[in-house]
């Protein structure tokens, strides 16, 4: 199996203040090491695309979708895939990257799109998944604001329906999550509170799932990263969303 992992990195710019002086330093970090390295160690081929690339690598063509068996989109929100830099800054007509992304679906493509601070809508809103073409697609109803669910004392998702996409007993303690609902024509496997937290479906030809809460920190609690099911969680997920 072959997909495309999108997301999972971001550059933190920080002021040090000592006193009357202050200095400013930059880094980079990616969050799905670990997650993309259980995946390799399953079978799957990942090819991985840092956030910031997709402003200029994303590909541009169905043909170059359908190079994978799915797409794994995660903390990364709609604004990086809408303003490409050929659009937002020399203005040129482009593919629209999600109409392409929810034609490859239709015609049998796989889509997981897992929580954090900037997928589905996220922190302030600013994801906005629900206002494109993507909400059709993905098995879930999002919020029309800020849909975090912050829960610092943790809690553990509880199995709302049988399946072997949740059937691993006690699950481990996560740290929040984005508030979905699960569509009418699709199946909530895990749930708290009322809020869907893994929901599957499929759109088209294509297969469709959602993971509300978050693959890696700050959500993705240590318990939850050293969890003994951790790396068969995100490989069966992963692999259930390819066509037979």
């Excluded at 604004?79 to 007509?93: K, S």
């Excluded at 951790?230 to 969303?241: E, T």
């Amino acid at each position: 199996m072959k997909i495309l992992f999108v997301g999972e990195s971001w550059v933190v710019h920080m002021i040090h203040t000592k006193g009357y002086d202050s200095f400013t330093s930059t880094k980079y970090e990616e969050g799905a090491t670990y997650l993309l390295s259980c995946l390799r160690k399953e079978g799957i081929e990942v090819t991985y695309m840092p956030a910031h690339e997709v402003q200029v690598r994303f590909p541009q063509s169905l043909e170059e979708l359908k190079a994978y068996d799915a797409i794994v989109i995660s903390d990364v929100g709609a604004n990086t895939f809408l303003l490409q830099n050929p659009t937002f800054y020399q203005m040129q007509i482009i593919p629209n990257a999600l109409d392409n992304i929810k034609q490859y679906v239709e015609e049998g493509g796989g889509l997981l799109m897992v929580g954090g601070y900037l997928t589905f809508m996220g922190i302030e809103g600013k994801a906005n998944y629900t206002n494109t073409v993507l909400a059709e697609v993905l098995p879930v109803i999002m919020q029309s604001g800020d849909d975090r669910v912050e829960m610092p004392s943790g809690f553990s998702p509880v199995i709302a329906k049988e399946h072997p996409l949740a059937g691993y007993g006690e699950w481990p303690k996560l740290l929040g999550y984005n508030k979905l609902a699960a569509k009418t024509d699709a199946e909530e496997l895990l749930s708290h509170n009322g809020d869907a937290i893994l929901t599957v479906g499929t759109y088209g030809k294509g297969r469709t799932a959602a993971f509300a809460s978050d693959c890696s920190p700050h959500w993705g609690s240590t318990e939850f990263m050293e969890w003994e099911h951790y790396s068969a969680f995100w490989s069966n997920l992963v692999k259930s969303l390819k066509q037979v």
